[in-house]
Each structure stands twice: as C-alpha cells, then as structure tokens.
C-alpha cells in the first residue's frame, strides 16, 4: 500500500491542476476552439505537472545481464565415493562394532567373519604351490636334458603339461586368497586361519551397516555402504526450453534444507536425454568442503545463465497494463496558450531477462534505441494520468 501512496499522490495533484486549468479556461476562454484531441498512446503534461510527478528521462543502455534460473535437485556422490561391501564367500560374523555415521580409513577392518571355505582355500593353495615349485624344478632339468638329447620329446611334454597346469591352479588360489583379503605371499603352512578380516575399500562415513555378531552372511548380502563426501556434485532438473542458457563452466549457487548459507558449484556436464515430461538432467560439481551437505539431501539452485549485451532499461521503467508491458518515450515539447507542454508516448515492448535492476527489452521495429529518450523515473505516474486522461480532458 505504501508504494502506491508514492505514486498516485503526484498523479492526483497532477489530475486536479488539470482540472482546475480547464475549468478556469471554459470560464474565460468561451470563444476559443476546441481543445486538441490528443491519440490514444500520448500522455500530456504541463511543465509544472512534469516537475510534480517526477519525470526524468534517459538513454537505453546495452548492458551485460545475466539471466537466473532456478531450478531443483539433489545432492550426489560419484560412484568411486561410494561403497556397497560384501563378503565375495560369506561367512558367520565374529566380530563387528561399527555403526552407520561412523567414520572408517581406507584398509580398515569392519568385521571379522569365519568359514570353513577360507581353510580349505588356504590348503588347496599350499598344496598347489609345494607341488608347483617340484613341478617348476623338473620342467627346468628336463628341458635341459631335451637340449643335450638325452630326455625325450614325449617325456618333455608330459612335464610341461603338468608344470603349466599347477601354474595355472597356483595362479587361480591366489585370485581367490586375493578375493577374501589375504596376501598369498604372506601365507606359509603355519599361518593357516578359518577367520578373515573385511576391510574397508574407501575412506568415508558408514551409512548403512546389516550386520551382527553371528549372523551367517552370503555372498550377496551388503553388510556396509560407505560414502565419501568429500567430491559431491548435483544432479539437477532443467526445463528443456531453457536447455540453450545452460552450458559446462556455468557457476551455480544452491542451498539445502531452507538455510540462508550460499554454497557454489559449478555445471560439468548436461544430460543428453530429453525425459517424458520434457526436462533433462543437468550435473554440477562441488569444489571443496560444504559444512552440512550431504548425499542424498534436496537442493534448490540458481544457474546464473550466460551474460551477452542486450538494450535494457532500469526495471522501474517498464510499466504493465493489460497484460502487456510499456515504456514511455518523450515525443515533443510544445507550447499552448503561452504555457510549455511535454508528451510521452506509451510505446509496447518485450521483456527479457532481469538482474541488477536492469531489464532487457525488446524494442519495436524502426525504434532507435540510440537516439530514443525513455522516462527512467516516473513511469507509473504517466500510466495513471493515463488511465484518468478522459478526467484531464478540456
């Protein structure tokens, strides 16, 4: 309400001067000709009503503007900052004591588990390697005794066959030791055990933990997920008619759960599919660390848009009426009756996008926005006297 006491107050005072003018012209002017009809789109106004109402005038600038969008989102982490942790042979729990928000290193143990299968992986790997090693040395000394003829062809043969084939078992009980987290090179016949540790592929928080001392786990079961939040990044919805205001290097500024703390990102990659209900994904990292943000958690974001040189006027320049936007121009000076008179004309534009107080506008055909002057201030007093210009009339 306040705003429009600033306003129409001028306007009235403006509104009255006029009517007392035309009525003291009626009294004394009987004789005189008709008064000038003026065409829809121009507003008039004496010296002193150009003065009451604040009417100041300018140049339209081609100014840098950036237009925003806003959109909305969650927050996500790239797959090699998250974890799903299994047990590849499964096993009865031991031990575990980690809870979800806990915080674990890369390599740490997250439980003990137990089964007869890692024995028995053990054995059959000592086994191999002992028989491998004899396997080893008697396809070295037969071959050296191929050379000098005195050993076989046939013979030489049948030992390489069993030499590459406990390379190939040796090879293969690694890859399953390797699988269960034991070293194959630290295992000797005295270092045989039924338990094994599950150790923690990534540094991160825990944020699920299914697991309990005694439970038998398969293979198949996720007994962690664990999440790093140190390289977050956004996963955003964009409308696609706005997809050609959005490109890689674009900043974007974002908040999450209704909080005034501005955090930043910036736009990697846009989704190449159109969805059915005609958005597409648009994707933004996070440099650093932001206090609070988490996985998972709802965002709303600002994507500054590109800035290019666009005709723009100070918002308070543009006036509505009838669902439609105007600017007012200066048309001439004039004088009647011994008395200056100015007209504004109401001129119909098109706006664009909006920031820092500038609005871009789209001017008519034939307009030159160089030489053309615009009422920068004052604006909405014209279009009330306007809108009561059958009142002023004389």
Known sequence: MKSYKIIIAPVMLIILGMLLSCGGGKKNNEAEKPAEVLPPDIVELRADQVKLANIETGSIELRSLSGNLKVNGSVSVSPENYATVCMPFGGFVKSASLMPGNEVSKGQTLAILENQEFVDIQQNYLEARSKFEFAEAEYKRHTELYKEDVYSQQNLQKVTSEYKSLKALVKALEQKLAL????????????????VALVSPISGYIKTANINIGKYVAPSDVLYEIVNSSKLYLELTLFE????????????RFFINNET???????????????????????????GLCK??????????????????????????????????????????????????????????????????FTEVSLPGGMNFKTTLVVLKGAYNLLSAKKNAGEMSC
């Open 180 to 195: 269960i987290g034991i070293n194959p090179s630290n295992l000797h016949e005295d270092d045989i055990s039924r338990t």
């Open 241 to 252: 008619k706005d997809i050609d205001k959005v490109a890689s290097g674009q900043k974007i």
């Open 261 to 287: 703390e501005q955090h930043e990102a910036v736009i990697y990659q846009t989704g190449k599919l159109v969805n059915a209900d005609r958005t597409l994904k648009v994707y933004a990292s996070v440099p």
């Open 292 to 357: 609070n943000v988490l996985p998972g958690m709802y965002v709303n974001a600002i994507i500054e848009a590109s800035s290019n040189q666009v005709t723009a006027l100070p918002s308070e320049a543009i006036v509505s009426f009838d669902d439609k936007d105007y600017i007012f121009v200066f048309e001439k000076n004039k004088e009647e009756n011994g008395k200056q008179f100015t007209e504004y004309r109401m001129v119909e534009i098109h706006k664009g996008v909006t920031d820092g107080g």
